[in-house]
C-alpha cells in the first residue's frame, strides 16, 4: 500500500541557471594592468579618432553603404571586391587561431572591445562610487538621495560613452560630419538614430551589466579556445609546487618550517579577476588572460620579500617540468603554429601583392537587347551595347575604347570617355563591322577600355557580336 503522504510531497524546484554574485573587480597596479590601459588608449583613440581623419577631401576610413563603396586612405573598393572582405575575415581567424596556439588569450585581455569597455565602465565606478569595499557597501544599503545621486551619476556617464561610441560607430558608414551635423540640428534620419541608439545602449549593457557574463556565456570564443591549447600555450597559471600547501603567516615567519608554500591564501588575486575566478583552480574556460591576478600576486610577494611568480605567463609543461624560459620559446616554433604561420603569411603576401597590382578600372559591357542586329546606311551590321565604366581611384581619368575580334570592327563615334575620381559612367558604344566579314550568329569580339595617360590603367571584356 502506498504512503499517501508521498503524494502530497513537495518537490523543490530546479532553477535551469543559478544565480551568480555579483563580481567586485578590485582595482590593481603593475606591469600587466599598465599594457591593458595601454591598449585601452591605443584602440579607443584609432576607433573615435580615425572616421575624423581628412583624406582626399572626404573621410580616410568610411564604409559608404548607400553609395556602395569603402574608402580605406587611397583605396577605394566597391561591391565587385568583395573577395578581400573575404581574405581579411579568413586573415582574422588564422590570427586568432595563431596567436591563441602560441599565447593563449591575448585577444580578450588586452584589446577585445568587451574587455577594453568594461575596464573604461569599471574606471568610472570606481570613481564614483569608490574602491571595491564602498561599490559593496553602496549597493547593499538602502536607497538614499546620496546613493541615488552616485548611481545616476555614474550611468549617466556610462550612457554618454555608450551614445558617442553609438554614433562614432555609425560614423563609419555615413559621413560622420554630416552625421554630425544632422544629430546638432535634430535632424537625424530614422536608421541612423536608430543604429546610434542601438550600438550606444549595447555598448551600455555589455560594459555596465553583463561584463563577466558575456566571455563566460555569451562569447564563443571561451567555448572554443581549448581546442587550439596545448602543453605548450603560453597561459596564466599557478605554481602549485611552490605555491601549495596554502596558509597565513606573518611577514618573518619561515614557511617551510610551518610546512608552507609561498602562497598566503591571502584571495586578492580572485579579488582582482573580472570574471571572478580563482587562478589556483588551474585553466578555466571563464580565464580571459588579463594577467590582473600576476600584478596583484607579485604585489603580496614584494610584500613578504618572496621571489615574484607563484602566478606567471607560462606553459603546462614549464610548470609541470620546470623548463627554462628559452625552452619555452623553442616550444613555440612547433608544427601547428608554424602552419598557421605560414597560410597567414603566405595569404597576406597574396593580399598585399594582389591590391598593389590591382586596376582601378572596372568595366561591365552588356548588349542592347531589344535589337540583335541592324544594318546602317553604308552596309556595316552595327550592334549596340550598353557600357558601365568605374574609376576606382581618386582621380579623374579619361579612356579609349578599341575592339578587335572581327574584320572592320569599329566605332560609330570613337569618343574618349571621361570618368570622374571614383565614380561610374554609363555610355552607349555603337559597334559596327563589315557586312559578310564574318559568318551568321554570335561572334566573339573583345572591347578594351585603356586610361590615355596611363596604359597600365587597362580592361578587356569579351563580348558577341551579333551577324545577321
Known amino acids: 500500500m502506498s504512503n499517501p503522504s508521498a503524494a502530497h510531497k513537495v518537490i523543490p524546484i530546479q532553477p535551469l541557471f543559478a544565480a551568480e554574485p555579483k563580481v567586485y573587480p578590485r582595482s590593481v597596479s603593475g606591469l600587466f594592468q599598465r599594457w ?3 591598449f585601452v588608449w591605443l584602440t579607443q583613440l584609432v576607433f573615435y579618432g580615425l572616421c575624423w581623419l581628412p583624406w582626399n577631401g572626404r573621410q580616410a576610413v568610411l564604409f559608404d553603404l548607400e553609395l556602395r563603396r569603402f574608402y580605406l586612405f587611397d583605396l577605394v573598393l566597391y561591391p565587385q571586391d568583395t573577395i578581400y572582405l573575404a581574405i581579411l575575415l579568413v586573415l582574422a581567424a588564422l590570427a586568432l587561431f595563431l596567436f591563441t596556439a602560441v ?6 585581455g588586452y584589446t577585445c572591445p568587451q574587455t577594453v569597455y568594461t575596464e573604461i565602465f569599471l574606471w568610472i565606478e570606481k570613481v564614483i562610487e569608490g574602491e571595491r569595499p564602498h561599490r559593496m557597501k553602496l549597493d547593499a544599503a ?7 545621486a552616485l548611481k545616476a551619476a555614474k550611468h549617466g556617464a556610462w550612457g554618454v560613452i555608450g551614445l558617442w561610441t553609438g554614433f562614432t560607430f555609425v560614423g563609419y558608414f555615413t559621413p560622420i560630419d554630416e552625421l554630425a551635423r544632422d544629430a546638432v540640428t535634430l535632424s537625424l534620419g530614422g536608421w541612423s538614430a536608430f543604429w546610434v541608439l542601438f550600438y550606444g545602449f549595447a555598448t551600455y549593457g555589455n560594459a555596465g551589466f553583463l561584463r563577466e557574463q558575456m566571455c563566460k556565456y555569451i562569447c564563443p570564443y571561451a567555448r572554443f579556445q581549448f581546442v587550439m591549447f596545448d602543453a605548450d600555450t603560453l597561459i596564466i597559471t599557478y ?10 603567516r606573518s611577514k618573518h615567519a619561515d614557511a617551510r618550517e610551518k610546512g608552507l608554500g609561498d602562497c598566503v591564501d591571502c584571495g586578492i588575486c580572485v579579488q582582482v579577476c573580472p570574471t571572478g575566478i580563482d587562478i589556483r583552480d588551474g585553466l578555466q574556460a571563464e580565464c580571459i588572460g588579463c594577467a590582473a591576478c600576476i600584478d596583484a600576486c607579485d604585489q603580496v610577494m614584494d610584500k613578504l620579500e618572496y621571489p615574484r611568480g607563484l602566478i606567471r605567463y607560462s606553459t603546462e609543461n614549464a610548470v609541470k617540468q620546470g623548463i627554462s624560459a628559452a625552452a619555452i620559446v623553442r616550444r613555440s616554433f612547433r608544427p601547428r603554429v608554424l602552419i598557421y604561420s605560414a597560410v597567414f603569411l603566405a595569404l597576406s603576401a597574396a593580399a598585399a601583392w594582389s591590391l598593389a597590382t590591382r586596376v582601378p578600372l572596372k568595366v561591365s559591357v552588356e548588349r542592347d537587347r531589344s535589337v540583335l542586329s541592324r544594318e546602317v546606311a553604308d552596309g556595316a551590321v552595327e550592334n549596340i551595347f550598353r557600357m558601365q565604366i568605374t574609376n576606382a ?7 579609349t575604347i578599341a575592339l578587335e575580334g572581327l574584320p572592320g570592327i569599329r566605332l560609330a563615334e570613337a569618343v574618349p570617355v571621361t570618368v570622374p575620381p571614383a565614380a561610374t559612367q554609363l555610355t552607349t558604344l555603337q559597334i559596327r563591322a563589315d557586312a559578310g566579314g564574318a559568318e551568321a550568329g554570335a561572334q566573339p569580339i573583345r572591347i578594351t577600355v585603356t586610361d590615355t595617360r596611363d596604359p597600365a590603367v587597362a580592361v578587356t571584356e569579351a563580348a558577341k557580336f551579333w551577324m545577321p
Do not use: I, M, N, Q
Open 239 to 248: 605554481d602549485e609546487k611552490r605555491g601549495d600547501p596554502r596558509g597565513g
Open 142 to 148: 538602502p536607497w538614499t538621495p546620496r546613493k541615488f
Open 103 to 108: 599565447a593563449g588569450r591575448l585577444w580578450c
Open 36 to 38: 591593458r590601459w595601454g
Open 393 to 399: 581611384s581618386e582621380a579623374a581619368r579619361t579612356f
